[in-house]
């Protein structure tokens, strides 16, 4: 007896040892760190589980999970415990592979440049576990691009924020953002003008106005070698000549523009330079004519057409073809005459136009003649432009188009010719869908397409083509044709039929299509089969046989909306009840159905169950389960984490972190019948957390933030000065004082969410400096208050003002006396109690004004009637003048001209009032000297003794 009992435990052992197979899988073996991984034991007649992930962590649970921080490669071992005793242990070599993420980085060669400038994008990024292979950059005004080092473009002026998101081979990425890393600076205008152009003779003033965008750095060249850094500069040109004018205005930043004037100031020349738009066009197009004469001067223009005009600048439009000479008169207030001719030369734009053939054919490739047809031409220049790409340049083409596109697409071209004559006038002649192959593709449908015979089968046209089908020819295959479009035909015979059709279009074109064995006529099997059991518990196999044979396929159905097409398949119901069970049979698409009626009785129970979460974002996490089991009267519950209850409806705590899979087992006692159904319960707690490197500094102040939450892989920042981050570890710049809340809000692999706000977190301690003054410019001396705007939320200790000149400033609000002509640039420097700096610059902001009065004439020593040019030699920012010629005459004139009728001794006084209103003024007393002519002469001898008389 003894030796029977050790026998059967014995062969109890060797049976649950042959039956024990340690097993395991997990959701996913390989991604980036830091990567959440779920295991799911396999394992058959384990109690009890011990994992060790590889990575410093071990589990007991049955199905745990793990997070892998550190890239490598990981082996997984577990070793369970069976329910005889004993264990047994399954080991993954290298199992799990953790890659690390690539690092984005980049830079740029000039992050701060000019509008239309390209800026060169480099990248910088660390590869991680894999070569980098995708890169995409946003470059913050909606433009993307994917390569590695892109040039680019900014179309705009502003501040741009810039991404780089790199991936490399193992589909690891990581994201760099770049707030307000590129600045782009709009090009300044260097536009100016000038109150006086055209001189009789020198010395000759002008005063020079840039026009263009101020607080700028100023460079004139006057096209006689002399320059000046001035604003407006008023210059007096000493010699005669026609002098071209440039002026450069830049910036800080570097942007720059340049503005010159050829021959823009003319002194004792008689003839002006013409400007024009261009003195070449095509008939149609207006000319801008511009004279360069000063105000009050009379302009006659003769555009060599009959037309006329007496304005300065004028727009003109020729009416015909030709060569014309445009001559131009100007007679300014001095009387001075000004002629000039410029060669007009307009051209006839060409009527461009072209004949193909042919422009329809019905298949491709094919070859098309173009031939040009255009008229008044005199043609320089063809271009012929093709949409498949093809160009050519010589007066006619034969054009070859390639084979036809694929099935039911249109094949169409566009045609444009470009016609150039030799005056550069250019006419197109563009034409779309001009060449069309007459692709056509006959296509059918059916409905049925297999069946017992006999049948009748509708056949339905579906052809394709780019013109109009217009005729139809069916074959059938049975002997039988139909001419319809939609014919309905009637297979009288069993077998496999290929259907012919061809088509015809109103362009003559046709196609013809087989479709081979396209209809199936079959006849009936009559099927019939078996099942075992048919009295079966829920989730128990059951397994169908087929009875029949000679058939090409079958369909089963279950009756609980399962459905197979195996020949003998097997299949498990999945609820309780009678079900009635179908077989089809088919043979050449002929199908026979036979149905037995509650064929199939499956007994109770249905497991099923709710829980009142199945996602814990906290510990502990407690689940409610709630029992929805059909006929149940036993409940076995196995919580995933080694605890288990045998109540209908349980609560249960979880206490640790993991993925957990719930199982449900119940019982009927009656039907001997048992059903398990499992669900997953995932539990990833979060807590957040964040420290900053500083709280508290002088902006622009630097603060580096680092997140100390737990199982976080998302972070969205929000630093209270209206800037976000999504990086973890974002470094940020206040660039303003004040108090910020600072906010962070996290999000795990579960979708769970967690916020922390610290309020005044962040504190950037320096002045906000401002200053203003009630009037910025007047007549020196000129002594000026200063107020001081400037706010800080720590005690100002300290100010330095830069006036401009003289000493610096330690007065809050300064008063400060200027006595010298100029622009000053104002700068307030502010220290506070903490040691904060912070400074602003107005540049050019006082504007001190002393004019200068000045003059010299032509003559000082003139007859009656004689014309005297006086020349102003004055100084001074946006100058009026008032010439009082001492004989009751003025003039408002810079350089005016007067005739004195009168003898005498006459004082001139010149007074000058500039921008800002300040006068001056200077007399030259008993200056012109008017007298009538002294007639006297002598001989060198009177008298003689005798004729003749040398004298």
């Known amino acids: 007896m003894k030796k029977c009992v050790f026998l059967i435990a014995l062969i109890i052992l060797s049976c649950q040892t042959i039956w024990a197979q340690a097993d395991f899988t997990a959701d996913t073996t390989s991604g980036c760190s830091p990567l959440v991984i779920n295991f799911q034991d396999l394992s058959n007649n384990a109690v009890s589980w011990q994992w060790d992930f590889g990575n410093g962590n071990t589990s007991n649970l049955k199905n745990p999970g793990t997070t892998y921080i550190q890239p490598g490669t990981y082996t997984v071992r577990l070793t369970i415990g069976l329910s005889g005793g004993g264990n047994q242990t399954v080991t993954k070599t290298n199992y799990i592979t953790i890659h690390e993420r690539p690092q984005a980085q980049f830079d740029a060669t000039n992050p701060a440049n000019c509008i239309g400038d390209p800026v060169q994008f480099n990248d910088l990024s660390a590869p991680g576990s894999g070569a980098i292979t995708q890169w995409l950059w946003d470059f913050g005004d909606g433009s993307t691009s994917t390569f590695s080092d892109p040039t680019y473009t900014f179309p705009l002026v502003g501040s741009y924020t810039i991404t780089l998101a790199v991936r490399d081979e193992n589909g690891c990425n990581s994201v760099l953002v ?507 707690p979060l807590d957040v957390a964040f420290q900053a490197s500083d709280s508290s500094g002088c902006f622009p102040f630097a603060v580096s933030f680092t997140d100390l939450s737990v199982n976080a892989i998302s972070w969205e920042w929000d630093f209270g000065d209206g800037n976000t981050s999504t990086e973890p570890n974002p470094t940020h710049i206040y660039q303003a004082p004040g108090s910020y809340h600072v906010q962070l809000k996290v999000s795990n692999v579960l979708g769970c969410l967690d916020s922390l706000i610290r309020y005044d977190y962040i504190t950037a301690w320096g002045p906000d400096v401002r200053f203003e003054v009630v009037d910025s410019s007047d007549c020196a001396p000129f002594n000026i208050q200063f107020y001081n705007n400037t706010s800080s939320m720590a005690p100002v200790v300290a100010w330095e003002w830069n006036l401009g000149e003289g000493p610096l400033s330690n007065e809050q609000a300064p008063q400060h006396l200027y006595t010298q002509a100029g622009y000053y640039d104002i700068s307030l420097t502010a220290t506070d109690s903490v040691g904060c700096t912070a400074s602003d610059t107005l540049f050019n902001y006082i504007l001190i004004t002393d004019p200068v009065a000045d003059f010299e004439v032509s003559d000082t020593l003139n007859c009656p009637g004689n014309e005297v040019l006086f020349t102003s030699l004055s100084q001074g920012v946006g100058l009026s003048y008032l010439w009082e010629f001492g004989d009751g005459n003025t003039s408002n004139l810079a350089n005016p001209r007067h005739v004195y009728t009168n003898v005498g001794t006459y004082a001139v006084k010149l007074t000058v009032t500039d921008v800002n209103n300040c006068p001056a003024d200077t007399v030259k007393v008993d200056y012109i000297v008017v007298h009538e002519p002294m007639v006297d002469f002598t001989a060198d001898t009177t008298t003689a003794d005798c004729p003749p008389l040398l004298v």
């Not at 002649?429 to 069946?451: D, K, L």
């Not at 249960?652 to 048992?674: D, F, I, K, M, P």
């Open 178 to 684: 770049e707030p307000n890393y590129i600045s782009v600076n709009d090009y300044p205008d260097a536009s100016f003008s000038a109150d006086n152009t055209l001189g009789c003779d020198p010395p000759f003033a002008v005063q020079f106005t840039s026009e263009g965008t101020t607080g700028l750095n100023h460079f004139w060249d006057f096209g006689n070698g002399d320059t000046s850094t001035a604003v407006h500069p008023n210059y007096i040109f000493r010699q005669r000549g026609a002098f071209s004018i440039t002026h450069v205005v830049y910036d800080a930043a570097g942007c720059s523009d340049t503005v010159r004037h050829e021959q823009m100031v003319s002194i004792g020349q008689n003839e002006v330079n013409i400007q024009v738009s261009d003195s070449v066009v095509c008939l149609g197009e207006p000319i801008q004519f511009m004279c360069g004469a000063r105000p009050g001067s009379t302009v006659s223009w003769d555009f060599g057409d009959g037309g006329n005009s007496t304005s300065c600048d004028v727009s003109h439009s020729y009416a015909a073809a030709g060569t014309y000479t445009a001559s131009l008169s100007i007679t300014d207030a001095e009387g001075c005459t000004y002629t000039g001719t410029k060669t007009i030369v307009i051209g006839e734009a060409p009527d461009a136009n072209f004949d193909t053939d042919p422009a329809l054919l019905c298949e491709a490739p094919f070859t098309v003649n173009f031939t040009n047809t255009s008229v008044n031409s005199g043609a320089v220049t063809y271009l012929w432009e093709f949409s498949d790409g093809a160009t050519y340049t010589t007066e006619h083409v034969t054009h070859t188009f390639p084979d036809n596109p694929p099935e039911f697409q249109p094949y169409l071209y566009n045609i444009s010719l470009t016609v150039t004559n030799e005056a550069g006038c250019s006419a197109v002649e563009r034409r779309v869908n001009h060449i069309v192959s007459g692709h056509t593709v006959a296509a059918i449908q059916a409905m049925p397409r297999s069946g017992c015979a006999p049948l009748a089968v509708q056949f339905m046209d579906s052809s394709f083509s780019t013109s109009t089908v217009n005729s139809w020819l069916w074959d059938f295959g049975d002997g039988n044709t139909s001419s319809l479009q939609n014919p309905l035909h009637t297979y009288a015979d069993t077998g496999l039929y290929d259907v012919t059709l061809t088509v015809g279009t109103t362009d003559g074109c046709t196609s013809t299509t087989v479709f081979g064995q396209y209809i199936d006529m079959g006849q009936a099997v009559a099927g019939d089969f078996d099942a075992a059991p048919t009295l079966a518990c829920a989730q128990q196999p059951i397994q169908f046989n087929l009875l029949t044979t000679g058939v090409d396929s079958v369909r089963w159905l279950f009756g609980d909306g399962g459905e197979s097409t195996e020949l003998s398949p097997e299949h498990a119901y999945t609820d309780v009840g009678q079900f009635d069970v179908s077989l089809i049979t088919y043979k050449r698409g002929c199908g026979d159905t036979l149905t037995k009626f509650q064929f199939v009785d499956i007994q109770p129970p249905i497991a099923r169950f709710s829980m009142s979460g199945s996602i814990g974002c906290q510990l502990p996490f407690e689940v409610i389960f709630t029992d929805e089991s059909i006929g149940a009267d036993s409940w076995e519950w196995d919580f995933g984490d080694g605890a288990t209850s045998t109540e209908q409806n349980p609560r249960h705590t979880y206490t640790q972190a993991g993925s957990y899979v719930v199982t449900l087992r119940v019982r009927n006692s009656a039907a001997g019948c048992e059903y398990a159904i499992d669900n997953v319960v995932n539990v990833v």
